[in-house]
């Protein structure tokens, strides 16, 4: 028996039966021993003469009965057959701490060998694996590039799912996280299944490496990349004159001093404001995106970032290549805390209807609903752009909540992060321990140090990942 590589499965997440099944028919093709199994995963890893290639996957049992069957290791199709209860209503990854790192080049590396393991291995069979790194102009041989890699039918190809991460710096944690573990544990279970064969994937890592690097939102030149994207330059004409009232409080041009800690001040300033304004016209005014302060908040900048060009010659690659394409950018900071927000704005009805397909049954943020707003420049909706009138565009923003932003209180000490932030990158701080405040809220913001958060996070990420691309693939 060939031994290279062991199929382990392992019950907490989400697999329907059919994809265990399909899975397992791959791997009897290479006659890999199968295991089925809910502890010792550990111990299994350890005890394979080559764990790379091991191949572990995770089901959710229906009931405790099946979990119990579960816990003996199982070599034989008959016993998989009990796994045909599983229910796909939730996921609950086991291995979440292996997908989240404490900075930019950990996360990078990680990309990159969760690629590198796929090469040579029996799931790519039939199909081309291509990756490489988009140098932004004007950057030293030192600085960080944009990693890429692309997945898809040696033959032909019909549909493409593009997912992004790091648009705005610091949320890439997140995003990577969810790369990571779309590349190491969904992508077998995707590429076993017959609906997905014309499907190809393309991972961009890091968009924004020096914001991801340095903890910022922004870019090195204090853009917001979500706001910056646009194949008409009169983007960078846009006026906002709510943004024009409230520019001295959202941008004061001062060092920052403890009394500006102090959130309950604040809000009461938001309060003041809230007596001539309603919330929905503060979080539009605020966060839509403005053109005018190059050192403000959601700066839109006032010409492409570099990002424009090698993005464009990336995707021209790869994007008339597909009947479909469906982007994700994967984005951290706003909405309910522990929960995923699917929040698109869709610039068409196609595309809000191909949106409603994918996701039925999902709660949408619609860019206009209650406690949500609507952007200009934003990256996803570009893309779309970029594709021609016979090609069916499907944007999607996953937005990972962190401080309950839409709540009147959360949204305030959102917005304070934001400022204090910004303020302290541009005119400093009176002492060192008011800039180690003001950093680690706005860490905290995007990138929470709870286990459960990011627990949540990656659930329910990779839950809506596998349900919307087997939608996907009947497109
Ligand atoms: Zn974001």
Redesign the pocket.
């Known amino acids: 028996m060939d031994r290279s590589g062991v199929l382990l499965i392992w019950s907490g997440a989400d697999f329907s039966f059919a994809a265990c099944t399909a899975l397992k028919t791959r791997f009897d093709e290479t006659r890999c021993p199968v295991f089925v199994n809910t502890t010792g995963l550990s111990i299994w890893m350890k005890q394979s003469t080559s764990p790379g290639l091991i191949r572990a996957f995770s089901l959710l049992p229906a009931s405790e009965s099946v979990a119990k069957q579960n816990s003996i290791h199982l070599r034989t199709s008959q016993r998989l057959a009990a796994l045909q209860s599983v229910t796909e209503d939730r996921i609950t990854m086991i291995r979440t701490a292996n997908y989240f790192q404490d900075n930019y080049r950990a996360c990078c590396a990680a990309f990159r060998h969760a690629g590198s393991r796929l090469q040579g291995t029996q799931i790519l069979q039939n199909r081309q694996l291509l990756h490489g790194m988009l140098r932004l102009p004007h950057s030293a041989a030192a600085d960080p590039g944009i990693d890429w890699l692309y997945i898809g039918p040696a033959g032909k190809t019909e549909r493409l799912l593009l997912l992004t991460s790091g648009?705005?710096g610091i949320?890439g944690y997140a995003g990577s996280a969810l790369q990571q573990l779309f590349l190491n544990q969904l992508l077998a279970v995707e590429l076993g299944a017959s609906a997905a064969r014309d499907t190809a994937f393309l991972f961009i890592h890091a968009l924004n490496p020096y914001g991801f690097q340095h903890n910022r939102?922004t870019t090195v030149e204090n853009i917001d990349l979500?706001r910056n994207f646009d194949t008409s330059a009169d983007l960078y004409q846009t006026t906002n004159p709510g943004y024009d009232q409230l520019n001295c409080i959202l941008n004061p041009e001062r060092l920052i001093s403890e009394a500006d800690l102090d959130r309950e001040s604040f809000l009461g300033v938001l309060n003041g404001l809230s007596q001539s304004h309603s919330e929905r016209e503060l979080t539009e005014a605020i966060a839509r995106g403005q053109y005018n302060y190059e050192r403000g908040i959601y700066y839109g900048g006032c010409m492409p970032a570099g990002q424009r060009g090698v993005i464009d010659s990336l995707l021209q690659n790869h994007l008339p290549h597909f009947r479909a394409v469906y982007a994700i950018d994967v984005?951290?900071?706003?909405g309910e805390r522990g929960r995923l927000h699917y929040f698109p704005d869709a610039q068409s009805p196609e595309h809000k209807a191909a949106i409603q397909r994918l996701f039925r049954g999902y709660k949408i943020d619609w860019g206009d609903s209650e406690g949500f707003y609507s952007v200009t420049g934003e990256f996803v909706n570009y893309i779309g752009k970029l594709c021609r009138a016979d090609q069916l565009y499907i944007p999607m923003?996953f937005?990972f909540g962190t401080l309950d932003s839409h709540t009147p209180f959360g949204g305030a000490i959102s917005v304070h992060n934001m400022i204090l932030e910004n303020q302290l990158f541009h005119y400093g701080s009176q002492t060192d321990s008011i800039a180690a405040v003001v950093r680690q809220r706005f860490l905290e913001m995007?990138y929470p140090s709870d286990e459960a958060w990011r627990r949540a996070a990656l659930d329910q990420g990779a839950a809506a990942l596998r349900r919307t691309l087997q939608r996907f693939h009947q497109e």
């Open positions: 648009l705005h949320e939102r979500n984005h951290t900071g706003y923003i937005e995007f």
